[in-house]
Each structure stands twice: as C-alpha cells, then as structure tokens.
Nanobody
Framework: QVQLVESGGGSVQAGGALRLSCASS????????MAWFRQAPGKEREGVAR????????YYADSVKGRFTITQDNTKNTLFLQMNGLKPEDTAMYFC??????????????????????WGQGTQVTVSS
C-alpha cells in the first residue's frame, strides 16, 4: 500500500521561506503523478503544484507561480515543495498526494484531481504578517 508522510511545516513571517518534504513508499524515478494540495480553514482543498515524476513536467497554480517550486529526490523517494516569498494567504494545511495507479497507467498530464487518491496526513504552514 502506498504511503506518504509530510514534514517541514511551521510558522514564518511574511516574505519567509519553508521547504516541505513528502517521503513516499514508491520509487519516484518511475512514472507517477504526485502533487501538493492545501486547505485553509473554511475553504476547499486546492491544488498547489503537481509533477510527473518520470517526465519531470510540472504545473503550478497561478497563486504560487514564481514563488513555489516542486522537486523530487529519487535517491530518497521524496517530493519537495520549496516555498519562497510566503504570504499570509498561503496559511493552510498542506498535503502531499499521489495517483497510485500502476506506472504504465499513469496519465500524461496528471491533471485530474480525482486521480490523486492517496494522501499524507498533512503539515501546517502558518504565515504571519
């Protein structure tokens, strides 16, 4: 069973930076769709960034483009989210997610949110003004 464990959240002031980590039980050198989502209190969960781990193709929400970077370390089977220039509106619980389908059945664009069916427990990010 695929497992994901996030870490790296915390409290920072506006303009600061954090790096979130997501340790996975899959071989990230193979073809998986993985993503970061976030959910603020009273709001719906939203996609932040996603990556196709074999191709390296990435996508970012407009709200984080130019500030956040999604990367992977295949030696550690770990996904990262580098967050720079943090704003109070970035405050949320951040979740790592993966499409657990077999590698030969992974979609090319990783764009269907409903494909992400395995989630980590989340890590809290709080940005103060």
């Amino acid at each position: 069973q695929v497992q994901l464990v996030e870490s790296g959240g915390g409290s920072v002031q506006a303009g600061g930076a954090l790096r979130l980590s997501c340790a996975s039980s899959v071989d990230t050198s193979k073809n998986y769709c993985m993503a970061w989502f976030r959910q603020a209190p009273g709001k719906e969960r939203e996609g932040v960034a996603r990556i196709s781990t074999r191709r390296g193709g990435t996508y970012y929400a407009d709200s984080v483009k130019g500030r956040f970077t999604i990367t992977q370390d295949n030696t550690k089977n770990t996904l990262f989210l580098q967050m720079n220039g943090l704003k109070p509106e970035d405050t949320a619980m951040y979740f790592c997610a993966i499409n657990p389908a077999p590698v030969d059945l992974q979609p090319y664009w990783c764009s269907r949110r409903t494909d992400f069916t395995v989630w980590g427990q989340g890590t809290q990010v709080t940005v103060s003004s």
